[in-house]
């Protein structure tokens, strides 16, 4: 079955630099959810969209920036990076329906960003 | 404030013991939970969630949970481990009002299994 697919796997910048991570949800997903991983942490909520909308936010600074496209994927933008920005990013998404609530989210498998 | 405590960072045993990793919620209003498997270099996996009815969740790779209100737990256990279960765990609840939220994770337990 498809999966969420991130883009790049892995990312090495530099200090001050912008990156762009970018998500694609199973396909017929409409929620997508990006989350910050830092080394030998737990995954740690930055941002969703559902239907191309701002669903909630959590600890996502202000130099990051995200959106959903009309195809669903979603892409996070971070400028002026720092040193603490390292670390691997997730991308989940999942099926709201009409159903039972909180479908679960199925992760990527992640972009691990290094700066330097 | 939703939180999740897991308690044991690292939890060791033999192949073919039983596992238990422990984790205990706090929230006003029982909200969903789940366990999430990570191998390394990759992606959260699920291996449960319990939202409503049966409170003992079964999930993929023998592992199953039980919902204990009373206690505010959701323990994760396998009656035999393999060495193929060495991984970290993540216990994660999800608020119930609003539906579609964030997972709020535990800090995570690693599992070490040895012969």
């Known amino acids: 079955a498809a999966g969420v697919i991130q883009s790049p796997r892995h990312l090495i910048k530099e200090k001050r630099e912008t990156a762009t991570l970018k998500c694609y949800p199973i396909p017929r997903h409409d929620t997508v959810y990006w989350y910050q991983q830092g080394p030998g942490q737990d995954p740690q909520f930055l941002i969703s969209f559902y239907e191309k909308m701002q669903s909630d936010k959590g600890s996502i600074p202000d130099r990051f920036s995200a959106q959903q496209f009309s195809d669903y994927h979603s892409e996070l933008n971070m400028s002026s990076l720092e040193l603490g920005d390292s670390a691997l990013y997730f991308c989940a998404s999942s099926l709201r329906g009409s159903g039972e609530l909180n479908q679960p989210q199925h992760f990527g498998d992640g972009t691990r960003l290094s700066i330097l | 404030a939703q939180s999740v405590t897991q308690l044991g960072s690292h939890v060791s045993v033999s192949e073919g013991a039983l596992v238990l990793l422990r984790c205990n919620y706090s929230s006003s209003v029982p909200p969903y939970l789940f366990w999430y498997v990570q191998y390394p270099n990759q992606g959260l996996q699920l291996l449960l969630k319990y939202t409503t009815g049966a409170t003992l969740v079964k999930g993929i790779n023998g592992f199953e949970a039980e919902f204990k209100k009373s206690e505010t737990s959701f323990h994760l256990t396998k009656p035999s481990a393999h060495m193929s279960d060495a991984a970290e765990y993540f216990c994660?609840?999800?608020?119930?009002?609003?539906?579609?939220?964030?997972?709020?994770f535990g800090a995570g337990t690693r599992l070490a299994v040895h012969p």
């Open positions: 994660a609840v999800s608020p119930v009002s609003g539906g579609y939220n964030k997972l709020i």
